[in-house]
């Protein structure tokens, strides 16, 4: 008895452990484009036409494949957009962020905020920058903790 239950225990074991080893198709679009272009951005590479045509060449593989795109795909296009003075691109796929990874919604929504306040403090003058930053710092605080 004693046997048996050993036995059928290591099978028990030896199946887990090989069910992890299946190879689970990505439910996400992989292509180097995405990581390019962030590689470029990380790196202060300035082109951002470059960058932001990787991403929409990165998009529209995703969409042939019919794959959704990485977490984070949308927002860093929309940073590329805002880089480029595209501020009603960045906001549309923030937008689109947010509605496609419901879990970004607090943080798109802190970024959509900031953005705000940044717009509001450069029509005011440079004087109200220098608040807006010392409100963004307390808020990313607030927001780490």
Same mark, same amino acid.
């Given at each position: 008895?004693?046997?048996? &239950? ?20 990505? #439910?996400?679009?992989?292509? =180097? ?8 951005? &990380? !790196? ?12 929409? =060449? ?44 419901? =879990? ?33 710092? !307390?808020?990313?605080?607030?927001? !780490? #903790?």
């Amino acid at each position: 008895m004693e046997f048996k &239950l050993k036995f059928t225990g290591s099978l028990l074991l030896a199946g887990m452990i090989l069910s992890g080893c299946v190879n689970h198709e990505n #439910q996400y679009c992989h292509d =180097d484009s995405y990581t390019v272009s962030m590689y470029y951005y &990380l !790196r202060d590479e300035p082109d951002f036409l470059e960058q932001q045509k990787l991403m929409t =060449d990165y998009f529209a593989k995703a969409e042939e494949s019919g794959k959704k795109v990485a977490p984070g795909a949308y927002a860093h296009y929309a940073m590329l957009m805002s880089k480029s003075g595209n501020e009603g691109e960045a906001l549309k796929y923030l937008e689109m962020e947010k509605s496609a990874y419901p =879990d970004s919604a607090h943080y798109i929504d802190f970024l959509l905020t900031h953005a705000r306040q940044i717009k509001k403090a450069g029509s005011k003058g440079a004087e109200k920058k220098t608040s807006v930053q010392t409100d963004d710092s !307390r808020q990313i605080k607030e927001y !780490r #903790q």
